[in-house]
């Protein structure tokens, strides 16, 4: 197994999550949610809100999803669906996706495989 060099764990074990078509409030509730599934390997601080400047179109963050967390966070309250792409491992994603499948409604789901890593399409609401 490969290390990704920065921290202690095997590189297999990241799965990068993309958000898109929302703002930086569900943003924020969906990677919050998740680091305290998962430990954060690389979760960018958001910067503060400025009423005139443009929102990302893609928030993006990446979860070890070999450091799962005892705690069970209460479930999110999300403003609007939010589209997650979840892209590594084959394992480390299903892990992903089990734990946003149980934090939030899944209203739908699509994954293409490759040979050493998964892409799982989310769309995400609020329960």
């Keep these: ?12 074990c990241d799965v990068t999550v993309q ?13 919050e ?3 305290r599934v ?5 979760m960018p601080a958001p910067g503060p809100e400025q009423a ?16 799962r967390r005892e705690e069970e966070p209460a479930p ?3 403003g ?3 589209t997650a792409l979840l892209t590594g491992d084959h394992q480390a994603v299903a892990e992903v996706e089990k734990a ?21 399409r989310l769309l995400l609401a609020p329960r």
Excluded: I, Y
Excluded at 38 to 42: K, V
């Design 33 to 35: 949610t998740l680091d």
């Design 76 to 78: 999110p309250q999300l």
């Design 1 to 12: 197994m490969e290390s990704n060099g920065t921290t202690n764990h095997p590189a297999d």
């Design 100 to 120: 946003l499948g149980g934090l939030f409604e899944v209203r739908s789901a699509t994954s293409v495989s490759g040979e050493h890593e998964r892409e799982a």
């Design 19 to 31: 958000l898109s078509d929302c703002g930086r409030q569900d943003a924020t509730v969906v990677f």
């Design 80 to 82: 609007a669906e939010v």
């Design 52 to 67: 005139h400047d443009h929102e990302p179109t893609v928030w993006m963050a990446t979860f070890d999803s070999s450091a």
């Design 38 to 42: 998962f430990a954060g390997c690389d």
